[in-house]
């Protein structure tokens, strides 16, 4: 296993966890998130995001992962508990960048139709 998979299962450990301290540790000050429904480019910013996501949170299982250099493609699905109590499962890819040990990019592919619906975006 190379450094930035060692560090991309790390983050996802913290963010199983519900860590979002540890989650500020793994993300550079001006990391860039990308995903269907917003975009930031600083550190503070992620970490909000996540703050978000993880109070729905239930579950990750990771089905399949790819390391070049300092980049890790990850496929996996997340079980996530919608407003009105229902859980619903999401199938989810995303790609990381890591330098210097930290979190730089991620840009993350999903269908938002289910979040958009059970979220009233």
Do not use: W
Not at 81 to 88: I, S, V, W
């Amino acid at each position: 296993m190379g450094q930035a998979l060692d560090l991309v299962n790390r983050f996802y450990a913290t963010t199983d966890a519900h860590d979002v301290d540890g989650i500020a540790g793994h993300v550079a000050e001006d990391a860039r998130f990308v995903g269907p429904l917003m975009t930031t480019d600083t550190a503070d910013a992620y970490v909000e995001i996540n703050r978000q996501l993880l109070s729905h949170h239930a579950a990750t299982r990771m089905l399949h992962q790819f390391e070049s250099d300092d980049t890790v493609c990850s496929v996996y699905e997340m079980d996530i508990a919608a407003p009105d109590g229902t859980l619903f499962t999401a199938e989810m890819a995303d790609v990381i960048t890591v330098a210097d040990d930290k979190i730089v990019s991620q840009r993350i592919y999903y269908d938002p139709r289910r979040f958009a619906d059970a979220f009233g975006l």
